[in-house]
């Protein structure tokens, strides 16, 4: 881990709250299947072990969106660029995201999933900050609520790096450098 990081959430309590959403998931659609949708890239790690806590017949689907904006920030504008190629048309879908910030994003595929008429749509976010909240979006399963930082690993980058450290960190940028 690079040097002046300070862990936020580790890796432990991180699999434990993995752990948590899919019995959640796992109860609430019991005798479904589900069709899991990570948005590229910052939530491929959290899907990929969330699938295998999750004890239903399930499939798994990628969305890739852009935000313009700084590295931390985004600007208010996301756009398309990758979409899924699986028909969501009466199928039980979760959306699985890294993070929940000001939920721009969530909001813009919100409204292009629901156009896809989905059985259901529901929304499982690995970390939510809701003192940013600037849309009225909530999801439906959280890993952990965390205060006003940066963070970066588990699949959460700063500028492309990080994504691949094990604990989820609070961004310094010393570290950056
Ligand atoms: P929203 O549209 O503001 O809700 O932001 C969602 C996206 O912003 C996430 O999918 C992340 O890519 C990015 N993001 C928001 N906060 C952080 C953070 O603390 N670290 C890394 N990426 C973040
Ligand atoms: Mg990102």
Redesign the pocket.
Known sequence: MPNNMEILIDRKQIADGVARIGQEITRDFAGQSVILVGVL??ACLFLSDLARQIDLEATFDFIAVRSYGTKKESAGEVQLIKDVTTPLEDKNVILVE?ILDTGLTFTFLKKLLLARKPRTLKFAALLDKPSRRQMPVEADYVGFKIPDKFVVGYG??YAERFRNLADICIFSEDAGK
């Open positions: 890239k910052g890294d959460l980058d």
